[in-house]
């Protein structure tokens, strides 16, 4: 009877000339369909739309409905000065400097499509259509990406359906604003294919997958590593393949800096638990955070759109039980990938790839706005399909075709999956619900909740999750201030104005709460006290068009109508399409106009 490294030695031989004849991996289908060019990607395709074809009926959710409607880099695809000179949250959301111009441009270019075809421009069916579109395409170059790689036909293809079908990606495809994920990967694969292939537009590609998002930049050492990992093509390399790469890097930092200049993210607890923890407690947090995304990997159950303060607890440090499952895993996996090295070369550049990709967002290195998204799986997954679609390829040359029946079932199941949690963005109401199911302990969840009952009239409602955050994060300035607006809206003024000073307590920098605070002041009477409100407001934010124009308003209740009309004038400066104080300032000149002496 053969050993089992012999029995391994046999196997790595098949891998090898499966390699050189892909067309031999599934033997029971016709050799001419499978060798075909197309038909891969034909099957890749169907299973996409057979997962997310559902989607396209699905209204805009969450910062989709934000972004979409009131960004104006995202309506006209010609003013590639406002694509390529504005933040994804220029204008919105000042404390998040996001730059990502392509996928700016090709909302844009949605927008544009649907008011060509005379459709609202935000009209959702063109967004979630192309993110389909775009995930199918990742899909068919993640297969050619792997086959390129040197693994047999069977396995790449394994891989490809695997990665087009797992549920783990729906929060990346779902969301429009999501979209960098996919053009991130997109670029990014192309990218290494090009430089595998030592073309000279390799650099180029760089430069679009780092202009779509920001975390592509790992696929610059992730080309290094395929080209000086064990079987790599390391000797055909030249200084000029990775000088070129390089120049794409320095070129994006550059216009980067241009538009975002010295600005940093603001990170808050609420959206990152992490923020406040020691360096062990983040690096034990983020080592058990990515047992879970193996877990979720493997076993997609449990997924979330959130996973904020403090759905995640954060670790005590290096003894804490997951931590240490993630390190036993990790070594478990470098060693037999170590060991096996020479005779299947690919795990071990599975495994470190896999690694590479999840770099810049595991909270290891440094910290970012979450301490886990399910769409950062994206792009690592890649890796992770490859493994399973290797995995497949073994079983099929050791126990047979049965192997494939099995990969089979287990990718339908994927498919039923995806296409049911695909519905948790099937509009607002059905995304915020669903998310507090997902995460129960994010006080994020309840606020968002929160937002929603208050939007839509429902005071009581609003109330009570705004009270489920406070209990779950008590130091949430941003519930406290948005309790405030529902108690004033119910008429409470005396609970509105308690919650406002809670807000300022804990932010004393939060010019919302001080505008809250001047509306309060001003229901009661006591202009003064709204003056200076109003006036603190717009210290902490001076572009605060309501607060300019609530104080104009006040100025104009005490007959001080000068200085109410170079607030409003000053307002428009600030938004010409503020209507509200074009409307007061039409007022004040016709009451000009009847004054004696006018």
């Not at 990607?41 to 739309?49: E, G, N, P, Q, Y």
């Not at 399909?385 to 995995?391: A, D, N, R, T």
């Amino acid at each position: 009877m053969a050993s089992a490294d012999q029995k391994m030695e046999e196997i790595g031989a098949v891998e090898e000339t499966s390699a050189a004849k892909p067309e031999t991996g599934i033997r029971f289908l016709s050799k001419k369909w499978l060798i075909s060019k197309a038909a891969p990607s034909a099957l890749i395709v169907a299973i996409t739309l057979l997962c997310y074809g559902g989607i396209v009926t699905h209204d805009l959710v969450s910062d989709d409905l934000v972004l979409i409607p009131h960004q104006e880099a995202f309506h006209d695809p010609a003013d590639l000065q406002a694509i390529f000179g504005t933040l994804v949250w220029g204008g919105i959301r000042e404390d998040q400097p996001i730059y990502r111009p392509i996928m700016s441009l090709s909302l844009a270019l949605n927008h544009g499509v649907n008011k060509l075809f005379r459709y609202p421009g935000e009209h959702p069916a063109g967004y979630h259509l192309t993110d389909v579109l775009l995930h199918a395409l990742v899909a068919c170059l993640v297969l050619s990406l792997l086959l390129k790689t040197g693994v047999p036909f069977l396995a790449g293809l394994s891989a490809g359906l695997l990665f087009a079908a797992h549920p783990i990606h729906t929060e990346a495809i779902a969301l429009a604003t999501n979209r960098s994920e996919l053009l991130g990967a997109a670029f990014g694969i192309l990218f290494l294919l090009s430089h595998m292939n030592r073309r000279w537009f390799s650099g180029f590609l760089l430069l679009l997958a780092l202009l779509s998002k920001e975390s592509a930049l790992v696929f610059f050492p992730l080309a290094i590593w395929l080209d000086f990992r064990p079987g790599g093509s390391r000797r055909t390399a030249s200084t000029l393949s990775y000088a070129i790469p390089l120049v794409a890097v320095m070129a994006w930092l550059v216009v980067r800096s241009m538009v975002v200049g010295g600005r940093a993210p603001v990170l808050f607890k609420s959206d990152n638990p992490l923020v406040e923890s020691s360096l062990l407690e983040r690096i034990a947090t983020a080592g058990g955070i990515q047992l879970d995304y193996l877990r979720l990997q493997f076993l997609p159950l449990g997924l979330s759109s959130d996973y904020a303060f403090d759905q995640i607890p954060v670790a005590s440090g290096l003894l804490d039980a997951k931590f240490a499952g993630f390190l036993l895993i990790a070594v478990l996996f470098s060693v037999i990938a170590w060991r096996a090295r020479h005779s299947h070369p690919f795990l071990i550049l599975a495994v470190v790839s896999y690694g590479i990709l999840f770099a810049v967002t595991s909270n290891f290195v440094f910290l970012i706005g979450a301490p886990m998204a399910d769409r950062w799986a994206y792009s690592p997954s890649i890796f992770f399909c490859g493994l399973v679609g290797y995995g497949v390829w073994m079983l099929r040359e050791w126990k047979g075709r049965a192997t494939v029946v099995l990969f089979g079932a287990v990718l339908g199941l994927f498919v039923i999956l995806t296409v049911d949690r695909i519905r948790t963005w099937a509009n607002q109401e059905v995304f915020l619900e669903t998310q507090i199911q997902s995460a129960p302990n994010s006080a994020r969840a309840h606020h968002r909740m929160g937002r929603f009952r208050h939007d839509n009239g429902d005071l009581a409602g609003a109330i009570l999750h705004y009270r489920r955050a406070l209990e779950i994060l008590p130091n949430f300035p941003y519930v406290w201030n948005d309790m405030g607006g529902a108690f004033k809206d119910r008429g409470d003024l005396v609970e509105a104005r308690n919650h406002y000073g809670e807000a300022i307590r804990y932010n004393p920098g939060l010019a919302r709460a001080y505008y809250g605070l001047g509306q309060i002041h001003s229901l009661e009477g006591r202009f003064d006290l709204a003056i200076a409100s109003y006036r603190t407001a717009l210290h902490r934010d001076t572009t605060y068009v309501e607060a300019y124009n609530n104080l104009a308003t006040v100025y104009a209740n005490l007959g001080q109508l000068e200085e109410a009309e170079e607030l409003w004038l000053h307002t428009l400066e600030l938004d010409p399409d503020y209507t509200i104080a074009r409307d007061n300032l039409e007022k004040l000149n016709n009451i000009r106009k009847g004054l004696p002496g006018r």
